[in-house]
T-cell receptor, first 116, second 114 residues
């Protein structure tokens, strides 16, 4: 079974609008972490935001916020006021304990295109 | 956050040859991760490398094909051996960031096998 599921292969948004990228996860580990990364066409992986499984509040980093719904095992990324430079692939990832170490696993990604 | 220098950034190689990819980290880290990203796909973990011990390989990846060295806490290499066109991918190294929750990645190696 997929540990990280991103059901939106592609998303389109108008510049200055908000967009939500979906992510659901599957784990039996009570202590885990959730991440979002941005990968522009240059190929670099850019860390956006982190949410710990025990965090009570949703994580925020500037225009990025993570809508964490633990009971539903979802960790959606919300980008407010989209900019043209936000066009990229977005990967949801989870780290959980495996063999005594925290190992990260990535979803298939969502391609976001921001229209002017 | 940690900074990783990854080399080479890209290469075009003949089938049957090998390529060694290097990652240098500006701080000491316990674990280093190696990923493969095939065109249009997600990141697939190849192996986890700890200093002073054998790398731990994920299902579908073997040491003979992807030997890894980890001579110290700031450096690691991944070799792609006996390459075929199916090995054409981006290869990325990554470390757990010592300053925050998250992982820092090298800039990637774009490998094309012809």
């Amino acid at each position: 079974a997929q540990k990280i599921t991103q059901t939106q292969p592609g998303m389109f948004v108008q510049e200055k609008e908000a967009v939500t990228l979906d992510c659901t996860y599957d784990t039996s580990d009570p202590s885990y972490g959730l991440f979002w990364y941005k990968q522009p066409s240059s190929g670099e992986m850019i860390f956006l935001i982190y949410q710990g499984s025990y965090d009570q509040q949703n994580a925020t980093e500037g225009r990025y916020s993570l809508n964490f719904q633990k009971a539903r095992k979802s960790a959606n990324l919300v980008i407010s006021a989209s900019q043209l430079g936000d066009s990229a692939m977005y990967f949801c990832a989870m780290r959980e304990m495996a063999g005594g170490s925290y190992i990260p696993t990535f979803g298939r990604g969502t391609s976001l295109i921001v229209h002017p | 956050s940690a900074v990783i220098s990854q080399k080479p950034s890209r290469d075009i190689c003949q089938r049957g040859t090998s390529l060694t990819i290097q990652c240098q980290v500006d701080s000491q880290v316990t674990m280093m991760f190696w990923y493969r990203q095939q065109p249009g796909q997600s990141l697939t973990l190849i192996a986890t490398a700890n200093q002073g011990s054998e790398a731990t390989y994920e299902s579908g990846f073997v040491i003979d094909k992807f030997p890894i060295s980890r001579p110290n806490l700031t450096f690691s290499t991944l070799t792609v051996s006996n390459m075929s066109p199916e090995d054409s991918s981006i290869y990325l190294c990554s470390v757990e960031d010592p300053d925050r929750y998250g992982y820092t990645f090298g800039s990637g190696t774009r490998l094309t096998v012809v």
